[in-house]
């Protein structure tokens, strides 16, 4: 067996393609920013991240507990009761497309841009 | 001469599933890097599975890939259990299907590189179904499946490298 094959080169070209494919939703530029919080599948919270003036923190009342802090253009979580921290890791959120998930709480959180019709939402 | 090939072969299972259990360990050691996928690891440990797949059996690989889920739910709660269980099995499945037959069409770095996809698809599924929210697939979705060429390509070329070694070892 070789270490690389044509095969193989045919296999990396389609991944790349799929990738670039997943990546086309996040293209999209606009100059609002919209962060949509779901937990247990159930889109809880919709803020606007572009209008937030004043950094503020809110639980998510699930078990494990999880912390998200809001700013302005940036959303991220801020404390989790989980064992591995992932979502805290995962850093603040500020581009369109990006996501972080804690999964022991079924929390995700994820950015989108919107037009600037969009009507302002907050929970 | 039939008993010495089952205790060889025992000894092999046992070496082997300590490895996977080690470096699985090790890995789960590496701190988040920026820009990288939190919770990506490189997925030595695919090196036992990937090789126990192609010279031993189906059964003692997938064995390897129950007992890394096992401990992984030991070690760091039952969602990484899930998540080891469901990205392992699937490209163990993939690896026993590329592997075993008697003619590859594809080389140790693309069965490297399917193994790993097929992990990452498998744990971003589960991902999806535990969060319910299948958005995580653009979001998460291209960072992963590049985060699992590169992987997948250092797997493969170390399994090419330790191939012959192993070899030697288990005949």
Known sequence: MKLLK???????????????????????????????????????????????????????????????TVEKNAIYFSYADCPDKLCVNTGKLTKNGQTAAC?????????????SDFDVLTY | ?????????????GVMGALAVGLSYLESLIPAFPGFPPGAKPGLSNIATMFLASSCGIADAFFITILKGIFAGITRGFTAMLMSL???????????????????????????????????????????????????????GPLLLIFAMLTGFITG????LVMPALKRFSN
């Open chain 1, 6 to 68: 044509k095969n193989d080169i045919l296999v990396i070209s389609a991944v790349l393609i799929l990738c670039l494919v997943l990546l086309i939703p996040s293209f999209k530029k606009s100059d609002r920013l919209i962060a949509t919080v779901t937990v247990d599948g159930v889109q809880t919270y919709v803020i606007d991240l572009s209008s937030v003036e004043k950094a503020y923190s809110f639980d998510t009342n699930t078990t494990p507990k999880a912390e998200i």
């Open chain 2, 86 to 140: 469901s990205g392992g099995i699937l490209s163990t499945a993939m690896a026993c299907i590329l592997l075993r037959g008697k003619k590859s069409n594809f080389g140790y770095i693309g069965v490297g590189i399917i193994c790993a996809v097929c992990h990452n698809i498998g744990q971003l599924i589960t991902a999806c179904i535990l969060s319910g929210t299948w958005s995580l697939v653009f979001g998460y």
């Open chain 2, 157 to 160: 070329s170390i399994l090419k």
């Open chain 2, 1 to 13: 001469m039939k008993n010495k090939n089952i205790t060889k072969k025992i000894a092999l299972i």
């Open chain 1, 103 to 115: 999964l022991p709480a079924k929390v995700v959180v994820s950015l989108k841009s919107a037009k």
